[in-house]
């Protein structure tokens, strides 16, 4: 489904990812993890179009399209879902404006009708309950007044309601409760299907004990510098990271 | 060469005023015609702001003077149908609908409110009731605003209405300001609205420009309005403002607020009008007042927009709050230049003004200028102003849910108007000015 073929990114004018590889196949999930700056939040923001972002070079393709030569909406169009580290506040803007004008808009991209107001909010109403996301979401404005946890379970939310090929999760569990933890969790587990794929983005081990990777990557310097199954996570935990670092060291040096 | 064409306007209102004084109007009291006197002598002595005048010092006015105006004309044939006015009311809003043509009342097109409790005439018909007599011309500084001095000395006609006290009037009275000529004028209508002690009442206005069949000529609008709100009085006023490019207005409105009352001004401005200069001054004359004032200019094209506003708090325990947002396109210039006054009586006032604006364009203009003047010690008083651009990580994260550039603006815009277009009370009109917006975007 998605091929990241030796991706290099930079912002600001540093090189942040420095030659990633990443094949996701439908059906997939894939866990990225790493220490702190080696560039995950980076991949997350880069496949999904972000302009702060420079591709220098490499390629990604989605199904046989290139991703890299499309917006940002365009990607979301094709398919591409980024659950965001920080989801942005936007007052004045209603949750379920936003919600159906991004249902319309990529309807509208795939050939389809519009869909009838009743029949979307029948949807939202099913979709909430799927993903145990009760908060009122008429007359309030997107993301506004939403604790933390509120917002990312939002996310959760929005990524049912927009049934992505491919969801990219960067660090929803950061600042998340252990119920809030379980429901996110719950909700992504009954999202997950042979038609789509997951790129998990978190710090720690404990997310994957609800949503059980395929593969781990561990992302370091910029580069995918080990992959493994499950177990590589619980390796991790118990290890660190600073292992990986002196593997490496050793590897430039060698 | 320019300051040449605006004298010949000049000395053009000098002759209109002294013609007028030998053909003087038998109808108008010894009382008006000393105020138009006074008026007269104070405009002489002005003449036409230029920009070393401080409150005119971002807008030259001579491209909007140097037109041959007609300054006295007889009415035109009036060309405006039913057809039109239909198409310049507002959907579900339910209101009286009061029609103006170039400044002039037209009776034929107007609805006629039932009962006395509401009486709604032209001026030049309202000038023996007490309430006229009370109050017109009482409140306006004519020594320091050149175009309502001009206004006062000059005018025909206008609008008069009065809300008798303790009426509450459900419907709102909606009043279309319509221009419509082939004749190049200037034109000064003068309107007195009066709102009754413990009344209650909501005036819209929505100024609008019609094709005249045989051609548009250029029409300047020199307006004066003066709103009394007695004590314990509620008023509501939308003024909506659209237009064509072959249009400019004055618009001077003096607000004069008694004891315990309420008054809210919601401004639009939409693109169109070449010049749109917008007076308000609130006086909170009074103990316990409250004045709220919302405005929303869209700018466009090479469009002026300047809103100058005194909110003047001359008794304690009063609240105002002011807010002006505007987006800004094109060429469009925009100048907000908020007073606050807060004089030595009025202790415990709480006192807030907010100008807020976004940039669609890198060749729009915005001059934001707060004034806060203060002489009382025990007084809660804050404002600001900003300009900016887009939030680009909002517009990203619209984008990643798969709306274009072009309908993730719209809506940030929408939202940026939100802290404005929300506190509409009235949904019909929330309604027509979102529908306003969304087409001076386009």
């Avoid at chain 1, 310097?221 to 050793?250: P, S, V």
Wanted: aromatic content about 8%; charged content about 25%; some cysteine.
């Amino acid at each position: 489904m998605l091929s990241i073929k030796n991706l290099r990114a930079s912002v600001e004018g540093k090189e942040i990812l420095k030659g990633v590889n990443l094949e996701v196949k439908a059906g997939g999930i894939h866990a990225i993890m790493g220490p702190n700056g080696s560039g995950k939040s980076t991949l997350a923001s880069v496949l999904a179009g972000n302009p702060n972002f420079e591709v220098t070079s490499g390629e990604v393709w989605l199904d046989g399209k290139n991703l890299l030569e499309m917006a940002a909406e365009d990607r979301a169009r094709e398919g591409v879902f980024l659950a965001f580290q920080y989801p942005v506040e936007i007052p004045g803007v209603s949750n379920i404006n936003f919600l159906r004008t991004a249902m319309n808009e990529i309807r509208t991209y795939r050939n389809l009708p519009a869909m009838e107001a009743k029949e979307f909010l029948k949807m939202v109403k099913e979709k909430q309950k799927l993903v145990e996301f009760d908060a009122a979401l008429t007359n309030r404005s997107l993301n506004e007044g939403f604790s933390g946890g509120e917002k990312k379970r939002n996310e959760i939310f929005q990524l049912a309601m927009l049934d992505p090929k491919l969801a990219i999760l960067d660090e929803t569990d950061s600042g998340l409760d252990i119920d809030a933890l379980r429901i996110v969790s719950n909700g992504v587990n009954k999202l997950r299907s042979d038609k789509n794929a997951f790129i998990i983005i978190t710090h720690y081990q404990r997310l994957l004990d609800y949503i059980v990777p395929d593969f781990v990557h561990v992302l370091y310097n910029g580069q995918i510098a080990k992959t493994g199954g499950k177990e590589l996570a619980l390796e991790l935990e118990e290890k660190g990271y600073d292992w990986l670092k002196e593997a490496a060291k050793e590897q430039e040096l060698a | 060469m320019i300051k040449q064409i605006t004298n010949s306007l000049y000395d053009q209102f000098i002759a209109d005023f002294e013609l007028r004084s030998i053909l003087s109007n038998a109808s108008e009291s010894l009382a008006l015609h000393a105020l138009r006197k006074e008026a007269f002598k104070q405009f002489k002595q002005l003449g036409f702001p230029n920009t070393k005048v401080e409150d005119w010092k971002y807008i030259n006015l001579s491209p909007f003077l140097k037109d041959d105006f007609l300054t006295a004309a007889e009415d035109e044939t009036i060309v405006i149908n039913k057809d039109i006015i239909d198409s310049a009311k507002i959907k579900k809003l339910g209101a009286y609908h009061i029609v103006m043509v170039n400044g002039r009342y037209q009776a034929g097109l107007s609805d006629t409110i039932p009962g006395d409790e509401v009486f709604v005439s032209p001026l030049a018909a309202a000038m023996d009731r007490p309430a006229f007599e009370a109050h017109f011309g009482k409140n306006v500084a004519l020594d320091k605003n050149h175009f309502a001095a001009l206004n006062t000395a000059l005018f025909r006609d206008g609008l008069f209405i009065e809300i008798k006290a303790r009426i509450i009037v459900e419907k709102p009275i909606h009043v279309i300001h319509i221009i419509s000529s082939a004749n190049t004028l200037f034109l000064q209508p003068r309107n007195l609205f009066v709102i009754g002690a413990g009344a209650d009442g909501i005036i819209v206005e929505s100024f609008i420009t019609v094709n005249h069949p045989e051609k548009n000529a250029k029409v300047f609008v020199n307006d004066v309005s003066e709103i009394i709100v007695n004590e314990r009085a509620r008023l509501q006023h939308f003024c909506i403002q659209t237009g064509a490019e072959h249009t400019s207005y004055v618009h001077h409105t003096e607000v004069v607020q008694r004891q315990s009352s309420a008054y809210n001004n919601y401004k639009a401005s939409f693109p169109g009008t070449a010049l749109l200069r917008n007076n308000l001054n609130v006086s909170l004359n009074g103990e316990n007042v409250e004045s709220h004032l919302y405005g929303l200019y869209l700018v466009a094209g090479r469009q002026i927009v300047d809103n100058h506003t005194t909110v003047d708090h001359l008794k304690p325990n009063c609240h105002s709050n002011e807010l002006y947002k505007g987006v800004m396109k094109d060429e469009g210039v925009a100048i907000f230049n908020g007073k606050i006054l807060v004089r030595k009586d009025a202790q415990k006032t709480n006192a807030f003004q907010k100008n807020n604006n976004l940039m669609l364009s890198k060749k729009a203009v915005v001059d934001s200028k707060p004034q806060l003047e203060i002489f009382a010690d025990d007084v809660k008083c804050s404002h600001g102003s900003t300009i900016g651009q887009f939030d680009e990580d909002a517009l990203f994260y619209l984008k990643a849910r798969g709306i274009g550039e072009e309908k993730a603006k719209a809506l940030l815009i929408h939202a940026f108007a939100f802290d404005v277009t929300g506190k509409i009370p009235i949904t019909a009109l929330q309604t027509y000015i979102n529908h306003l917006i969304e087409e001076g975007l386009n």
